[in-house]
């Protein structure tokens, strides 16, 4: 009963932060939008596993490690930061495109891209590793099972991916596919300007002591 409870404010406690505006919702909306619904899931996807990889990291001790080291956390907000700052650019100087390709920047198959974007992305800010480890040490019992801490690193993963994939079903619909395309360019560069400034958000945010 005590490990369901953890779980289920683990839960609540992740769904909102999901929910809450940042990079990820921004590319996930765009793709979706400006591609198809089914790269725009599957960008939804690259998210859940990216989180997943962070909650694992946390339930591992990374917080620990990155706390202990902070000129690696540092590195890799930098590191981060100036990757949404690239994106955002590239996603600016192709405002108005009919389709978002972005497959220079990871190369790979075009199948392939969305889910390795959204990967990255969730990937590029090590603070969500910090803010899991964080709710965890929360909610988390003093005494936890191996497959207790598998269902939450399995929780994790549905509530990113699951979200994210609300987004791209919701945007990728008639209506709002249309709206995109008649406010395309200023849309591609708002969705580019707000990348941008929460890349060097997280860059500058390295750079203080």
């Known amino acids: 009963m005590q490990e369901l409870t953890a779980l289920a404010g683990i839960a609540a406690a992740l769904a909102l932060g ?21 790269q725009g899931v599957a960008a939804a996807l690259g998210m859940g ?5 962070f909650a694992l990291a946390a339930l591992a001790g990374l917080q620990a490690l990155l706390l202990a080291l902070p000129s690696l956390y540092l590195a890799l907000k930098l590191a981060g930061g100036l990757y949404l700052a690239y994106l955002g650019i590239r996603i600016w100087r192709g405002a108005g495109q009919a389709r978002l390709d972005l497959g220079p920047a990871l190369g790979g198959a075009r199948a392939s891209r969305p889910f390795l974007l959204g990967l990255v992305t969730q990937l590029s800010n090590p603070k969500t590793a910090i803010v899991y480890a964080s709710v965890f040490a929360a909610f988390l019992p003093a005494q936890s099972t191996p497959v207790f801490k598998l269902a939450v690193a399995a929780t ?20 709002p596919r ?18 941008v400034a929460l890349g060097l958000k997280l860059a500058v945010a390295a750079q203080r002591p």
């Open 49 to 53: 596993l990216g989180g997943l990889v």
């Open 178 to 195: 249309q709206a995109y395309l008649r406010y395309q360019v200023w849309v591609d560069r708002a969705a580019g300007g707000v990348m």
């Open 156 to 175: 994790v993963f549905v509530i990113e991916a699951g979200w994210y994939s609300l987004v791209a079903l919701a945007l990728s619909t008639t209506a």
């Open 18 to 38: 999901a929910a809450s505006p940042g990079p990820s919702f921004v590319l996930v909306a765009r793709t979706a939008a400006a591609s198809s619904r089914a």
